[in-house]
């Protein structure tokens, strides 16, 4: 989730102030770190239960599943402002929306084709490479060369690893990164310029109709089929919409820097989810890999004076 998606007004301390839901009043009790924590599972548990499908079902037809979800969700929660969208925002705006949804859409079909092809926890790991990247070229110290070796050597040992890890499967994983960093930055401009989750929920409906084509010609007829519907609507809840309304709550009450370090551990979580739910067991190498990523990813924004805002897992 992006800070820029956020709905409401920040304080001085980067938190937001709105009015107080019923669904907020029950988050409101569990503290922002465990919020950011039980989004990162979350967001795991849908890739590897999404992963289990792929013998099912095509890569591309579970993005669209997710996509759909994702996009129907969102809708009803914004359908308000939906209604007024030509009334209130410009041609420009919705321009900025449709590129936004374009890359919301390309990134999860590169990660998702990543996944079939390597360990979850070391397409993670690559992926995050985007945000990374955001984070190292917005403070410009000389440090940040230091983080951004240490995470190129990470990516490197991922890349001449052991044989479950094929250079298709890092090509994409390297596609899906750029994608999230295009993600950040076209987040914070579609954020300035719609409230709330309105902007997040065109970018959602665009990239399901994008992705469409390709998912409905490889889904073929298995979409029919009730129960990988029915995962497909879990995926969506799982890797979507359940972490997006877990991070818009502790974003209101946490600064960014903090929620930056704490989705630094998204890879050692998806690494662990690969190997207890996917029997995907990674050797030493890749392990210390992972860590390399990780320790680049808490020092560059430990360390920058304003980090970038923090993008959706």
């Known amino acids: ?27 409101g009790s569990v503290p922002p770190p465990a919020l950011i924590l039980l989004g990162i599972v979350s967001v795991q548990v849908g890739a590897g239960l999404a992963k289990n499908l792929f013998g099912q079902i095509s890569p591309d037809a579970i993005v669209m599943l997710r996509l759909a979800t994702s ?3 969102l809708s009803v929660m ?20 449709v590129l936004f949804g374009l890359t919301l859409a390309g990134m999860n079909f590169s990660f998702y084709q990543a996944m ?9 790991t690559i992926e995050f490479l985007g945000p990374l ?7 410009r110290r000389r440090l940040d ?20 890890v094929s250079l298709a499967g890092v090509a994409f994983g390297l596609l899906a990164a750029v994608g999230w960093a295009a993600y950040i930055v076209l987040s914070g401009a579609t954020g300035k310029r719609f409230s709330g989750s309105t902007g997040l929920a065109i970018a959602s409906v665009v990239g399901a109709i994008a992705i469409m084509p390709v998912g409905i010609a490889t889904g073929g007829s298995t979409l029919l089929d009730p129960k990988i519907l029915l995962i497909g609507l879990g995926v969506g809840l799982l890797s979507s919409v359940i972490p997006y309304s877990l991070e818009l709550e502790a974003l209101r009450r946490m600064p960014a820097r903090v929620f930056g370090i704490l989705m630094s551990v998204e890879p050692a979580v998806a690494a662990l989810v690969g190997l207890v739910f996917l029997g995907e067991v990674l050797v030493w190498r890749e392990w210390l890999a992972i860590g390399c990523v990780i320790a680049a990813c808490v020092g560059a924004t430990r360390f920058q004076d304003s980090p970038p805002e923090a993008p959706e897992a």
């Open 1 to 27: 989730m992006a800070l820029a998606d956020a709905p409401g007004s920040y304080d001085g301390a980067g938190s937001v102030r709105s009015r107080p839901t019923g669904l907020r009043l029950s988050l």
């Open 133 to 139: 990247t955001v984070a190292i070229v917005a403070s």
């Open 116 to 124: 079939a092809r390597i360990p979850l926890g070391v397409a993670v």
């Open 78 to 97: 914004a359908r308000s402002a939906l209604r007024d969208l030509r009334r209130l925002h410009s041609w420009r705006d919705m321009g900025v929306a």
């Open 145 to 164: 060369l230091v983080w951004a070796v240490l995470a190129l050597g990470g990516v490197a040992m991922l890349a001449h690893g052991s044989g479950d």
């Open 71 to 73: 996009a129907i969700v």
